[in-house]
């Protein structure tokens, strides 16, 4: 009965029909697979240069001897990847911190807006990485320093995502409020924020995504270990693996910082 | 009807993209043969024409066309020096080959960017990274590098503690218990880091006994001026500037003896590009004679290394005495001596290569085995250098037979 239903939603060309999660699931594995034994196919024959990628097979055993090997970097895969996230969330943390109700506030209160804006709109275009000359200057090399240029990478979208998730609340839910006997302040907070809780997640999911992919220019900075400092010293020793790795592990953290940031959201904005 | 002209049309598309790519595929293949078979014929010993037809500074022969080789040029540095005195001096433009300067502050981002440039000078560490990760070679040794120091400001407990602690470094301040645990802004991977390391080796530490926080130079030279670090690992310009800034040197390659070379390299496929081949070859040999300039004339040396730091940007090192003083310290190799490092032989000391290496190989092979003993580099890296002779001696050879003849 169930197989006859499907077989009636398919068009002509068995468009429409709707497979179980595990035939979804092993289509996601088939396609990463596939990519895995073509790059593997193209440097055993030889097409593409080993000093200039690393075979998938020779990262995973790097994977496992960076656990325990502190060469060439001087630091193993867990020390290297602690000292990154101590960077990318004092960082990150502060930007959330600080962003998000700068730009809720700012996205309600007129006069804030006004007052804030056209500064705001003057550091926003600025890259991160410009700001390193002057870090070093102000704050040194240590951690501070570090988080500092990390918290610039994510403190934008989260101020831009929360502004944006207050003005676009809706305008009737707002008038509701008011005529029910809401103070302003009422309004915003139990209205204007709930509302915009969307676009805040979206902006710290963004803001994640900017945090790490910030890390090696921040820890060009100056760096004695981290992802990103074993990625310079890949740089340095010609060791394409290592460089291969670190960007792999980086990106294999903010996949799981952003299950995680779903998992949050998820569990948040359940009425969503 | 449309879906058929949008197939016809898809189809015309596609094959003329199929054909265009397999054309350009076909006649790049035919250029990229021609330039090997011509290299080939290059690498011959040249018939250069007497000193007295070739009406030229040294007797050598000018290009038939005029050329421009793109030079690596590192900023700053005394091995860049060279460069810049044979095209002042006018030499290379009697030979009709012009340079364009790409200017870096650091062996692997010259490395890098090989695709920007033809021939180059940079220390050991970066050249090694350059021979094993790109289509690069080393055709000489420029110099044994001499301005690597260490400095610390006037309060370190290594400058309060005085000279004279470790009778074999006389030069030498501090004791082992002030420079251990101390922080170090230093561009690691570089020549710095092997003369940090071989002076903790010195006075019985290691580099687990310090704290090594990579930065590029100019940037460690501002980040200590700000109060970070207990120490700067400077080179030569950034030496300089240091200096002027009044801080200590408390130690460096050339009071410890660390003995670092730097190299002149080419790409591979300049070599590969007969033209270009010749010109380096051309270059190769001005490049030691403009050494010879340098030790024969260091006030007028000075002037122009004064001048190329200024207009390289190099704040601070444009000042004359100190480049004076730079060069006094300068252990380069005039074009003799580099014709006999490069052309005698000896056996590997390590009695792994399975053939004699020539003592310019040698030279570079003392910094390669300090790396491998850091676990930076491995054994079969250096086999890899060996069996692909990356340090390679036909320039030297090509130059050698020229001089002979003229």
Not at chain 2, 170 to 177: E, N, R
Request: hydrophobic share 45%.
């Amino acid at each position: 009965m169930d197989k006859k239903t499907k077989t009636k939603k398919r068009d002509k060309l068995g468009r429409g029909q709707n497979a179980s999660a595990y035939t979804y699931a092993m289509l996601s594995f088939a396609g990463v697979m596939a990519f895995l034994i073509i790059w593997q196919l193209l440097l055993v024959a030889g097409i593409v240069s080993d000093r200039y990628l690393a075979k998938p097979t020779e990262l995973v055993v790097l994977f496992v001897q960076k656990f325990s090997d502190p060469a060439p970097d001087g630091a193993t895969l867990l020390v290297s990847i602690w000292a990154s996230l101590r960077v990318s969330l004092t960082g990150l943390i502060l930007a959330i911190v600080i962003g998000v109700p700068l730009g809720l506030c700012m996205g309600w209160f007129k006069a804030l807006d006004r007052l804030v804006t056209p500064i705001f709109e003057i550091i926003r275009p600025i890259p991160p990485v410009s700001w390193i000359p002057l870090t070093i200057l102000w704050m040194g090399i240590g951690l501070r320093a570090k988080a500092f240029i990390i918290f610039f990478s994510a403190f934008i979208p989260c101020v831009i995502n929360s502004y944006t998730g207050v003005k676009l609340t809706n305008k009737t839910l707002i008038n509701v409020a008011r005529t029910s006997g809401a103070s302003y302040v009422e309004t915003f907070y139990k209205v204007a924020i709930p509302s915009a809780l969307t676009m805040v997640f979206t902006g710290i999911r963004v803001a994640v995504g900017n945090a790490w992919s910030t890390l090696v220019a921040a820890e060009m900075l100056a760096a004695s270990a981290g992802l990103g400092y074993m990625i310079l010293m890949g740089r340095m020793f010609a060791r394409a693996d290592i460089i291969i790795l670190g960007m792999l592990v980086i990106g294999a953290i903010g996949a799981f910082f952003n299950g995680i940031l779903s998992f949050v959201e998820n569990h948040v904005i359940k009425w969503r | 009807m449309k879906r058929g002209i949008a197939t016809i049309i898809a189809a015309v598309l596609v094959i003329s993209t199929i054909a265009g790519c397999g054309g350009s595929g076909n006649s790049k293949q035919e250029e990229s043969a021609a330039p090997e078979a011509a290299a080939d014929e290059a690498a011959e010993p040249e018939g250069e024409a007497p000193a007295e037809t070739a009406g030229t500074t040294f007797g050598i022969e000018p290009m038939e066309n005029e050329i421009t080789l793109s030079l690596g040029y590192f900023s700053g540095a005394m091995h860049a020096l060279p460069w810049y005195i044979m095209e002042q001096e006018g030499w290379i433009e009697e030979l009709g080959i012009s340079f364009e300067y790409q200017s870096f502050i650091n062996g692997p981002a010259m490395m890098e960017a090989n695709a920007d440039w033809d021939i180059a000078s940079t220390g050991g560490p970066g050249a090694i990274t350059g021979i094993l990760g790109y289509d690069i070679k080393v055709m000489g040794i420029a110099d044994k590098e001499a301005v690597l120091n260490l400095y610390v400001r006037e309060d370190s407990p290594i400058y309060q503690a005085g000279q004279g602690n470790f009778p074999d470094y006389p030069k030498m301040y501090g004791t082992v218990d002030t420079w251990k645990g101390t922080e170090w802004l230093i561009p690691v991977g570089t020549t710095m880091h092997q003369t940090l390391v071989t002076i903790l080796e010195q006075i019985g530490l290691t580099a687990d006994d310090v704290t090594m926080t990579n930065m590029d130079v100019t940037t460690a030279l501002t980040a200590f001026k700000t109060g970070a670090g207990d120490g700067l690992a400077v080179w030569t310009s950034t030496a300089i500037e240091a200096e002027q800034e009044g801080y200590i040197k408390v130690a460096g390659a050339d009071d410890n003896g660390v003995i670092v070379p730097t190299t002149i390299l080419a790409t591979d496929a300049a070599l590969a590009d007969p033209e270009k081949y010749e010109a380096i070859c051309k270059c190769w040999e001005l490049y030691y004679r403009a050494i010879d300039f340098i030790l024969a004339d260091r006030e007028k040396a000075a002037e122009y290394y004064a001048e190329t730091c200024s207009i390289e940007g190099v704040s601070g090192a444009d000042d004359y005495d100190l480049c004076y003083e730079s060069l006094s310290r300068f252990m380069p190799y005039g074009l003799e001596d580099e014709l006999e490092l490069m052309n005698t032989y000896a056996e590997d000391p390590k009695g792994t290569a399975g053939r004699e290496l020539s003592n310019g190989e040698i030279d570079l092979f003392n910094t390669l085995d300090f790396f491998i003993s850091q676990d930076k580099y491995t054994e079969d890296d250096r086999n890899s250098i060996i069996d692909n002779e990356k340090v390679t001696s036909v320039i030297a050879k090509a130059v050698q037979e020229s001089v002979s003849n003229r």
